[in-house]
């Protein structure tokens, strides 16, 4: 049973406030709403342009649009002639070095389908059958939809011992950029997402899984590499040891959309999701509200749409039908959402947690806070203090400034903890 959709009421297809990365192969959530970063796009490709193979990382705070970044630059290079599809490479907490091997090579095998459907000869069966065994395992990302056609070895089982990708995996992926490059390909850009995952886990093997793959696989003629992650976490996997910085460039940190980008991605899946071509769009929220969600969020576009789906449509179920709709002015989605996102970290954290982050919000919401600051604050032990703090960043209810040379990590409320904490 479909829901009747809301947003009809503001002649909207859909939520124009969607969270999704943007891809080049989406129709729902295509590039083409891509607003700004003009030169960090601009920069990511010339390093990709500039040799034959590189290595790049982009740092940012969560929700800012790193994903969504990449996604347009892999676009770009896709115009350039460079091999590469609109998956993208997860990283999770347990990853070896065999895994991100596999990954590496599931992910080159999708960008040549996606290039080119017909491949076939030795590289490519040799490929595909690696890659079915890294995805029968489990490993690798969602099978490309461009799905197992290549080489007609379809029906073959494969059976691979433990640490046969290690042993194999290199020369695979070697032959394999070598084909792309026969083929025509300028190369073969591949997207490693969220670097944190992995160094929140265990930063010390983190750094040390990218320099155990550096010669195998990250120098590889033809291949090119951007890493996505938190500023700390690019920093620790990525700047650490010599031999890893030494063949990075320098990491393209973002910074917030302005102001101003962040109404024109609005007004551009307003447009893109229009209903009726000849009437125009309500805007579901006065201009004033995106402005101080902006601020709030401190850039965090996710964070920032969710925010606006969750408290427009709390609202549109409320006033139900009628006339016209009038845009939705600070007051009232502040509180929706100071109710909404209460219960929701009463919920998903617990009372004792909860409490801390009321503590913390009657000394000052937008309070930059140490550890010492804390143990004072809540009275607790520094271990304690510690420990609540890795709850909350994992759950997202706090942020983590990026750390500044030996100074004490400094930590704040994000967005959503912001609004449950508001009142009025
Ligand atoms: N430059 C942009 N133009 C248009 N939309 C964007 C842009 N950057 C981000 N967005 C949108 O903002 C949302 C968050 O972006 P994205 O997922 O890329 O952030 P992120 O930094 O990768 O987040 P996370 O830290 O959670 O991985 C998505 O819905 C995306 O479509
Ligand atoms: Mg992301």
């Given at each position: 049973?479909?829901?009747?959709?809301?947003?009809?009421?503001?002649?909207?297809?859909?939520?124009?406030?969607?969270?999704?990365?943007?891809?080049?192969?989406?129709?729902?959530?295509?590039?083409?709403?891509?607003?700004?970063?003009?030169?960090?796009?601009?920069?990511?490709?010339?390093?990709?342009?500039?040799?034959?193979s590189?290595?790049?990382?982009?740092?940012?705070?969560?929700?800012?649009?790193?994903?969504?970044?990449?996604?347009?630059?892999?676009?770009?290079?896709?115009?350039?002639?460079?091999?590469?599809?609109?998956?993208?490479?997860?990283?999770?907490?347990?990853?070896?070095s065999e895994d991100l091997i596999g990954q590496l090579l599931?992910?080159a095998?999708?960008?040549?389908?996606?290039?080119?459907?017909?491949?076939?000869?030795?590289a490519?069966?040799a490929a595909?059958?690696l890659?079915?065994?890294?995805?029968?395992?489990?490993?690798?990302?969602?099978?490309?939809?461009?799905?197992?056609?290549?080489?007609?070895?379809?029906?073959?089982?494969?059976?691979?011992?433990?640490g046969a990708l290690l042993l194999d995996g290199p020369r695979v992926l070697r032959d394999l950029l070598v084909?792309?490059?026969?083929?025509?390909?300028?190369?073969?850009?591949?997207?490693?997402?969220?670097?944190?995952?992995?160094?929140?886990?265990?930063?010390?093997?983190?750094?040390?899984?990218?320099?155990s793959i550096r010669d195998q696989a990250l120098l590889l003629d033809g291949l090119?590499?951007?890493?996505?992650?938190?500023?700390?976490?690019?920093?620790?996997?990525?700047?650490?040891?010599?031999?890893?910085?030494?063949?990075?460039?320098?990491?393209?940190?973002?910074?917030?959309?302005?102001?101003?980008?962040?109404?024109?991605?609005?007004?551009?899946?307003?447009?893109?999701?229009?209903?009726?071509?000849?009437?125009?769009?309500?805007?579901?929220?006065?201009?004033?509200?995106?402005?101080?969600?902006?601020?709030?969020?401190?850039?965090?576009?996710?964070?920032?749409?969710?925010?606006?789906?969750?408290?427009?449509?709390?609202?549109?179920?409320?006033?139900?039908?009628?006339?016209?709709?009038?845009?939705?002015?600070?007051?009232?989605?502040?509180?929706?959402?100071?109710?909404?996102?209460?219960?929701?970290?009463?919920?998903?954290?617990?009372?004792?947690?909860?409490?801390?982050?009321?503590?913390?919000?009657?000394?000052?919401?937008?309070?930059?806070?140490?550890?010492?600051?804390?143990?004072?604050?809540?009275?607790?032990?520094?271990?304690?203090?510690?420990?609540?703090?890795?709850?909350?960043?994992?759950?997202?209810?706090?942020?983590?400034?990026?750390?500044?040379?030996?100074?004490?990590?400094?930590?704040?409320?994000?967005?959503?903890?912001?609004?449950?904490?508001?009142?009025?």
């Amino acid at each position: 049973m479909a829901l009747p959709n809301l947003w009809r009421l503001y002649n909207l297809r859909s939520s124009p406030f969607f969270q999704a990365t943007l891809r080049q192969d989406s129709e729902v959530t295509p590039l083409s709403l891509f607003v700004g970063r003009r030169n960090e796009r601009q920069q990511l490709l010339n390093a990709i342009g500039g040799s034959r193979s590189s290595r790049q990382a982009v740092a940012g705070r969560p929700g800012i649009g790193k994903t969504t970044l990449v996604q347009a630059v892999k676009a770009d290079a896709l115009a350039a002639g460079y091999w590469t599809s609109a998956e993208i490479i997860p990283i999770t907490a347990d990853l070896t070095s065999e895994d991100l091997i596999g990954q590496l090579l599931a992910g080159a095998f999708d960008a040549v389908l996606a290039s080119c459907p017909q491949a076939s000869g030795s590289a490519v069966e040799a490929a595909q059958q690696l890659v079915r065994t890294i995805r029968l395992r489990g490993g690798g990302f969602t099978v490309s939809a461009a799905g197992f056609g290549a080489g007609g070895t379809s029906t073959q089982a494969v059976s691979s011992p433990p640490g046969a990708l290690l042993l194999d995996g290199p020369r695979v992926l070697r032959d394999l950029l070598v084909f792309a490059l026969e083929q025509g390909a300028s190369g073969v850009v591949l997207h490693l997402n969220n670097l944190e995952n992995l160094s929140e886990a265990d930063a010390t093997r983190a750094a040390d899984l990218l320099r155990s793959i550096r010669d195998q696989a990250l120098l590889l003629d033809g291949l090119h590499l951007i890493v996505v992650g938190t500023t700390d976490a690019v920093r620790t996997v990525v700047q650490s040891h010599t031999q890893v910085r030494s063949v990075f460039s320098d990491p393209v940190g973002l910074d917030p959309l302005a102001p101003k980008e962040v109404h024109q991605l609005l007004e551009a899946r307003y447009r893109s999701l229009r209903l009726e071509p000849d009437l125009p769009v309500q805007a579901p929220v006065q201009g004033e509200v995106i402005d101080a969600l902006h601020e709030l969020f401190r850039g965090d576009l996710r964070g920032l749409l969710k925010a606006l789906e969750d408290g427009i449509s709390a609202l549109l179920g409320l006033t139900g039908d009628g006339e016209g709709p009038q845009p939705i002015g600070l007051a009232d989605l502040t509180l929706v959402l100071s109710r909404r996102y209460k219960l929701e970290w009463l919920d998903q954290l617990g009372t004792t947690l909860w409490q801390r982050l009321e503590a913390w919000g009657e000394r000052d919401v937008q309070a930059v806070l140490t550890q010492a600051d804390l143990v004072k604050l809540w009275e607790i032990k520094q271990p304690s203090v510690s420990q609540t703090l890795q709850q909350l960043v994992h759950s997202g209810a706090a942020d983590v400034l990026p750390r500044r040379g030996g100074e004490p990590l400094q930590y704040l409320l994000t967005g959503a903890t912001r609004l449950a904490l508001s009142r009025r």
